[in-house]
């Protein structure tokens, strides 16, 4: 089993631009009923104040009132009608942005993974972040979790096995509104991160 340490809230910056780059290489663990599943972060997305793309642009509400919260609680949201999300609020209580982890490099308990996602191969479990979520069993009950806190669905400082990564930065992927953002940031060489091979660089 790989050795964590769950993050503390004070070492999350209070910034969802940077909270996105800090949490490229750390780790992202849910402590199912069936077993653990974790894996590094290697892809994320910011979506700050003031943004027209982020959920949190218009307001809070019921829907999105977990953007707001103090900055390290989860926010989970349905999309497509077919995917749920997982986002990590970046701003202080009151204030809305959050970061979209977009894909993650399985550690543990891939077989796991493989039920939620039968016939993925390694690199694909959880590249995507509705795959990520399906891959790790994240769904609605898991929205406004504390991740900071005890409890099954965690972050986590890896071991000292994990090399510090390269991080690039790209524009982001898969939106309409202010696409143009360099607000992307993934790990590179990796192949589990998301999207078109041109943005890795």
């Keep these: 089993m790989h050795r964590y340490r769950r993050l503390r809230r004070k070492e999350l ?55 707001f919260l103090e900055h390290g609680h989860a926010y989970v949201y349905f999309i497509y009608g077919t995917w749920f999300c997982l986002n990590v609020s970046g701003e202080a209580e009151g204030v809305g942005g959050g970061v979209l982890l977009r894909a993650l490099d399985p550690a543990e308990g891939a077989d796991l993974m493989l039920r939620r996602r039968p016939g993925a191969p390694l690199h694909k479990l959880a590249c995507g972040p509705g795959c990520l ?31 510090p990564p390269s991080i690039g930065r790209s524009v982001r992927i898969g939106i309409t509104k202010e696409a143009h953002r360099p607000l992307r940031f993934f790990e590179r060489g990796n192949p589990c991160v998301s999207g078109p091979r041109g943005l890795l660089r």
């Design 133 to 163: 979520a399906t891959a790790l069993g994240i769904g609605k009950r898991h929205d406004g979790v504390d991740l900071c806190a005890p409890g099954e669905l965690w972050l986590g400082a890896p071991d000292r096995r994990w090399a």
């Design 13 to 67: 910056p209070i910034d969802t631009r940077e909270l996105a780059r800090f949490l490229i290489g750390k780790a992202l663990v849910h402590d199912s009923p069936n077993g653990r599943m974790s894996g590094r972060i290697v892809e994320t997305e910011a979506y700050g104040v003031g943004d027209a793309a982020a959920h949190s642009f218009r307001g809070m509400t019921p829907r999105n009132r977990s953007l």
